[in-house]
């Protein structure tokens, strides 16, 4: 047999086999219960998608490929004016400049490809008349009051005659779905797009209270010509919606550098993205360009790496914190995810594990976004299970010490409660010679491990005797390496209240805590110790679990900041701790304000790094916070600020000021 028909049939039954996986996984997917993490169903389309290109007597007919993914069920069908349509992917620069070289001389928008569903919201005269999913395609579903209810930046009135389409994607933002998953442990939500088509499929608004959506616009329809501006941007921001985030280049290499731009920035934004869309920012030469089988012609995808992706989780293993928490952490087989290779993930605890239905030798759905570690969100797929797999058993007694745990809240974490367990010691030396705490810079977790093993160290007053002479006697310590332990431990000893606080890792106390201690007025750590819950709680935010924590857990430290005293380090609150001093005249003395943006100095365009910002401000007497709530004065934009800040602080009613206005106070009051 030649070897050119072995390979013909096999790929015709590969392009079948491809062909069948897709229509399977797209309508688990579509149903709400994927059985594979997205980068995986990608890989399954673009291996198709390449077997077709090559072969294309082979084209399977009907073409999944050509379709654009359905859910099963219409409860309330709705035919759309026109297709809802997928969109062309790429993943090179090469197939961005082809794209512009498409359209000569036409500007684009570069946008961040959101992870959500798409909804097409429809006004009549102004006034919202339905919100529909994108279905087939062709028809979608009703889902009007579900929007209504739970749906930010959908307003209910608009200005502007006829008949508007406006089209965008509905998702939840990453804050939302950490809040819904913290008090929800017993039905975690799985990711924010799962979450958010779920939310919009619920048949009754109260089985998904809680999990709200917002509304960022993309696209703009207008039957008179002339509502609306031409610019689509322009056009959706004059009616008042959120429009997602774009920005106008005119060729290829702008374009490519605000993709760059969106996807370094993609870890700090409240929202999941999975790539950047390309598209023509005039919505006439949008709507000219046309369309193919299942995609505009005007838009282009530029996806990003993948932020889940499933692997094999190998073991459980239950970690001794330094504050006594047993918790469980995923040793999974190696996985590239969210930019790099995870091996560990958290589990979060028991509850968590039970409401997953998770089992060692599963495999898992690993979640790697925003600057959350890896966790374990789920097993996508209960039918690969072979059997073997192994229920996670919560330990009974400490993995370190064997003392019984004790459970503590709704989610039943696991303590360890012996202040001698072996464990939190090493763990709670590693934190005090952290960067954060001490700043032990010239000795590390496994010297520290070593030392504590040696008998040598056990609290961290014991860094403070510790001799050259003792560090010689190790295997592979020479002069100059005792000599730099010796002396970055030295410089330890300045430490301050403050950072001396977060080193001795006390339960509850941040290390927010510590700063506003020391902005309180403690003069020493000791004068905490001693200042009981009553004093410590009319320090701002600082609650009565916190306090009884800081006066349980320093009264019974006593003796070791006698020991730290005696060794030379200081426990006084340093310069650096206080609150500037802030002059009569300061500006923005009493208010409370957040930054957001890039702030550059109006006098050189220098970029501004956001703390150094901060610090100005607080030169100029305002307390800066990192979010916005009822509590913020003013929210200062730098450039490029994301829309959910802005709306935030629209619906709150804080006012929005912008970075040029602060400089110029900041100048006038002689401040920079
Ligand atoms: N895990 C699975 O088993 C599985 C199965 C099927 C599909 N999927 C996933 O679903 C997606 C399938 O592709 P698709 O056709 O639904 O979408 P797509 O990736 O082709 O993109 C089109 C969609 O992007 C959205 N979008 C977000 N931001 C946008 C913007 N700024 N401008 C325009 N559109 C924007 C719109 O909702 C639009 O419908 C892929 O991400 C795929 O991985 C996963
Ligand atoms: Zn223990």
Redesign the pocket.
């Known amino acids: 047999m030649a070897a050119g028909n072995v390979h013909a049939v096999n790929v015709e039954e590969r392009i079948r086999e491809l062909a069948d996986q897709v229509v399977v ?2 309508d ?3 149903r709400g219960s ?9 890989a399954v389309e673009d291996e198709l998608r390449g077997l077709i290109a090559d072969n294309p007597e082979l084209t399977p007919d009907p073409n999944p490929l050509d379709q ?2 359905a859910p099963a069920v219409l409860h309330a069908p709705v035919r759309h004016s026109r297709p ?4 062309e ?1 790429s993943t090179t620069p090469e197939q961005v400049e082809a794209f512009f070289a498409r359209f000569p001389g036409q500007p684009v928008v570069v ?8 909804l097409a919201l429809v006004y009549e005269n102004g006034r919202l008349a339905r919100a529909v999913t ?1 279905g087939d395609g062709t028809t979608g579903d009703d889902v009007t009051p579900l929007v209504r209810a739970l749906t930010a930046g959908v307003p209910a009135r608009i200005d502007a005659p006829g008949r508007v389409e406006v089209r965008g ?1 509905a998702v939840m933002l990453r804050s939302t779905f950490a809040a819904y998953n913290a008090a929800h442990a017993d039905k975690p939500l799985i990711n924010p797009r799962n979450a958010a088509a779920g939310t919009l499929r619920a048949k009754d608004p109260a089985t998904v209270a809680g999990r709200d959506l917002f509304f ?1 616009a ?2 703009l329809d207008t039957s008179d010509a002339d509502s609306a501006a031409a610019d689509l941007e322009q056009g959706l921001s004059t009616l008042g919606f959120s429009v ?1 985030d774009m920005r106008h280049c005119t060729d290829a290499a702008a374009a490519q550098e605000v993709i760059t731009t969106i996807e370094t920035q993609r870890d700090q934004l409240d929202y999941d ?2 790539g950047a ?1 390309l ?1 023509l920012a005039d919505r006439v030469a949008y709507g000219a360009a046309g369309t193919r089988s ?2 505009p012609r005007g ?1 282009l ?1 530029y996806k990003f790496a993948a932020e889940e992706r499933t692997t094999v989780l190998k073991a459980v293993v239950w970690d001794v914190g330094k504050t006594g928490k047993i918790a469980p952490v995923a040793h999974l087989e190696p996985v590239f995810v969210g930019g790099t290779t995870v091996t560990r993930a958290t589990l979060a605890n028991q509850e968590v594990i039970k409401a997953r239905g998770i089992r060692i030798g599963d495999v898992v759905l690993v979640r790697r976004a925003g600057d959350v570690i890896p966790f374990v969100a789920g097993v996508l797929d209960e039918s690969q299970r072979t059997g073997a797999e192994e229920e996670i058993v919560p330990p009974v007694t400490c993995p370190s010490c064997g003392q019984a745990l004790v459970e503590q809240g709704n989610s039943r974490e696991l303590f360890c409660v012996n202040v001698a367990c072996p464990a939190q010691t090493v763990r709670r030396l590693i934190h005090w010679a952290s960067r954060a705490a001490a700043d032990i810079d010239a000795i590390g977790q496994v010297w520290i491990e070593r030392l504590a093993e040696a008998g040598l160290l056990e609290n961290p007053s014991d860094f403070y005797t510790l001799t050259k002479e003792q560090l010689l006697e190790f295997d592979r310590v020479g002069e100059v390496s005792a000599t730099r332990m010796i002396d970055s431990i030295a410089t330890s000893r300045a430490v301050g209240l403050r950072r001396a606080l977060i080193g001795l890792a006390i339960p509850m106390a941040s290390e927010g805590t510590a700063t506003r201690l020391c902005r309180a007025g403690f003069g020493s750590l000791e004068e905490v110790a001693d200042a009981g819950e009553e004093r410590l709680v009319a320090v701002e935010d600082i609650g009565p679990k916190v306090a009884a924590s800081l006066t349980e857990h320093l009264t019974r430290l006593r003796p070791e900041l006698e020991r730290l005293r005696e060794r030379g380090v200081s426990l006084d609150v340093r310069e650096e701790d206080l609150p500037p001093v802030v002059s009569s005249d300061a500006p923005l003395a009493g208010k409370t304000v957040v930054v957001t943006g890039a702030i550059n100095d109006p006098r050189s365009g220098e970029k501004v790094a956001r703390p150094t910002f901060q610090r100005l401000c607080e030169q100029a007497g305002a307390t800066t916070a990192t979010s916005v709530s009822t509590n913020t004065d003013y929210l200062i934009t730098g450039a490029d600020v994301g829309a959910s800040k802005l709306t935030k602080a629209e619906k709150l009613g804080v006012e929005v000021v912008d970075q040029s206005e602060i400089w110029q106070q900041l100048i006038a009051a002689k401040i920079v």
């Open positions: 996984l797209r688990a997917y579509y994927p059985l594979v993490a997205d980068a995986e169903y990608d654009v993914g809802m349509l997928s969109l992917k946008m961040p490809k959101l992870d959500g569903l798409s994108r994607e960022f993309f696209d997602a993205l999975d869309v598209r299942n995609s838009a995808a």
